[in-house]
T-cell receptor, first 115, second 117 residues
Framework: GAGVSQSPSNKVTEKGKDVELRCDPI?????LYWYRQSLGQGLEFLIY????????KSGLPSDRFSAERTGGSVSTLTIQRTQQEDSAVYLC?????????????FGPGTRLTVL | AQKITQTQPGMFVQEKEAVTLDCTYD???????LFWYKQPSSGEMIFLIY??????QNATEGRYSLNFQKARKSANLVISASQLGDSAMYFC??????????????FGEGTQLTVNP
């Protein structure tokens, strides 16, 4: 079966522009996570979706970041008015969230470069 | 306070030898899970092995085993018979709370493993 897919694989944008990053989770996985990987900060959690529950947004670094998940499947992470410090690899993961070990499986990531 | 600590920024091993990558963690939860992921230069995070806090036996998956010492709060990854393809960044991660909580993973800084021919 297909794994987690993300698009685009690379995105270069100018400071101040908005960007949208897309994640397609593994079919049947009910939980979806976004993480950010940057040189200075390592891997950090951004947001978590589970079914129809309110998302856990506690990792979003500022109100310029938002995410939605439509129909319990595809998710879009939006960054408004991008800044150079937003440059990073954005990783999406999904899990079955049923039974141990509830492993999170990651997509290939989107490398965002803000000029 | 750092929740996951990987003290080895870089490790080198000869092909066919075994190597241990260190990971210590800090949590007050009784129920938690520990994961190891491999990230090759291509960037994708690949799940390797899992250890639950209540698991009495060390986890094993092929050439990977997890040396779980609960009292010391350590979960070291052992790779036996190293292969050139094992060269990658390795991350230790922890999920706190019950398995069904679906909570976030907290990652360590990673260890860059290089396997020499």
């Amino acid at each position: 079966g297909a794994g987690v897919s993300q698009s685009p694989s690379n995105k270069v944008t100018e400071k101040g522009k908005d960007v949208e990053l897309r994640c397609d989770p593994i079919s049947g996985h009910t939980a979806l996570y976004w993480y950010r990987q940057s040189l200075g900060q390592g891997l950090e959690f951004l947001i978590y979706f589970q079914g129809n529950s309110a998302p856990d947004k506690s990792g979003l670094p500022s109100d310029r970041f938002s995410a939605e998940r439509t129909g319990g499947s595809v998710s879009t992470l939006t960054i408004q008015r991008t800044q150079q410090e937003d440059s990073a690899v954005y990783l999406c993961a999904s899990s079955l969230r049923r039974g141990a070990p509830n492993t999170q499986y990651f997509g290939p990531g989107t490398r965002l470069t803000v000029l | 306070a750092q929740k996951i600590t990987q003290t080895q920024p870089g490790m080198f091993v000869q092909e066919k030898e075994a190597v241990t990558l260190d990971c210590t963690y800090d949590t007050s939860d009784q129920s938690y899970g520990l994961f190891w992921y491999k990230q090759p230069s291509s960037g994708e995070m690949i799940f390797l092995i899992y250890q639950g806090s209540y698991d009495e036996q060390n986890a094993t998956e092929g050439r990977y085993s997890l040396n779980f010492q609960k009292a010391r709060k350590s979960a070291n990854l052992v790779i036996s018979a190293s292969q050139l393809g094992d060269s990658a960044m390795y991350f230790c991660a922890m999920r706190e709370g019950r398995v069904t909580s679906g909570s976030r993973l907290t990652f360590g800084e990673g260890t860059q493993l290089t396997v020499n021919p």
